[in-house]
């Protein structure tokens, strides 16, 4: 971002190797995380929103559910009163999207079973592990997204490779939502801007 953010929070890991990328000007969500993948070099590359809290260290707990048909994994999402998010979906379309933004319609897409992995469509991109040699395979998220859907554009990419998303119910984060495009008109026509891009595949 080109927003100046509080790194203050870096002094408490001064014994790990953080390199802290710095843009000279705004990039949008898909960029930035495909600068960041080519900036790396490992084995796994994790997707993770700083509004997200994580309260031990899931990388490793998530890696043994990799299969060779896994694409992408994903824990449970708790919201910050507790709260299960709907953060794993059928994908949109416009049936659905009418129904959730006009009919206010609520009911989550899939069942969850506590102890059980459970492949969905698509899971939301606050955090999304991915193998490294896969998130290269399907080139990155499509930076013509500025923000908002691509997440469900990269899983539906995945599928189309034969490649699963799974979404582990045992292992759970907590995301602080912020909800921009509810709030700011910016954000909204970038909404909306994807939701066509992703319905109609241009």
């Known amino acids: 971002r080109s927003i100046p953010e509080d790194e203050t929070f870096l002094s408490g890991f001064s014994n790990l190797l953080i390199h802290t990328i710095r843009n000279k000007?705004?990039?949008?969500?898909?960029?930035?995380?495909?600068?960041?993948?080519?900036?790396?070099?490992?084995?796994?590359?994790?997707?993770?929103?700083?509004?997200?809290?994580?309260?031990?260290?899931?990388?490793?707990?998530?890696?043994p559910y990799f299969k060779?048909?896994?694409?992408?994994?994903?824990?449970?999402?708790?919201?910050?009163?507790?709260?299960?998010?709907?953060?794993c979906r059928?994908?949109?379309?416009?049936?659905?999207?009418?129904?959730?933004?006009?009919?206010?319609?609520?009911?989550?897409?899939?069942?969850?079973?506590?102890?059980?992995?459970?492949?969905?469509?698509?899971?939301?991109?606050?955090?999304?592990?991915f193998r490294s040699s896969t998130y290269e395979k399907v080139k990155g998220f499509d930076e013509?997204?500025?923000?908002?859907?691509e997440d469900a554009d990269i899983c539906r990419r995945?599928?189309?490779?034969g490649l699963s998303t799974i979404y582990i119910t045992k292992y759970e984060i907590i995301h602080d939502a912020r909800r921009a495009s509810r709030?700011?008109?910016?954000?909204?026509?970038?909404?909306l801007k994807s939701m066509v891009r992703f319905l109609f595949k241009i």
């Open 25 to 63: 000007h705004q990039k949008g969500y898909g960029e930035n995380h495909n600068y960041s993948f080519r900036s790396m070099d490992s084995d796994f590359f994790l997707v993770l929103n700083p509004d997200v809290r994580i309260k031990s260290n899931l990388i490793d707990s998530l890696i």
């Open 68 to 87: 060779t048909c896994t694409g992408v994994v994903a824990p449970r999402v708790l919201n910050s009163f507790g709260d299960i998010e709907d953060s």
């Open 90 to 129: 059928k994908f949109p379309t416009m049936l659905n999207m009418i129904k959730r933004k006009l009919l206010k319609y609520k009911k989550n897409d899939y069942v969850f079973l506590e102890s059980k992995p459970l492949e969905v469509e698509w899971v939301a991109g606050m955090f999304m592990l």
């Open 144 to 149: 013509r997204y500025y923000m908002y859907l």
């Open 158 to 161: 995945l599928r189309k490779n």
């Open 183 to 191: 709030k700011n008109f910016k954000h909204l026509i970038w909404h």
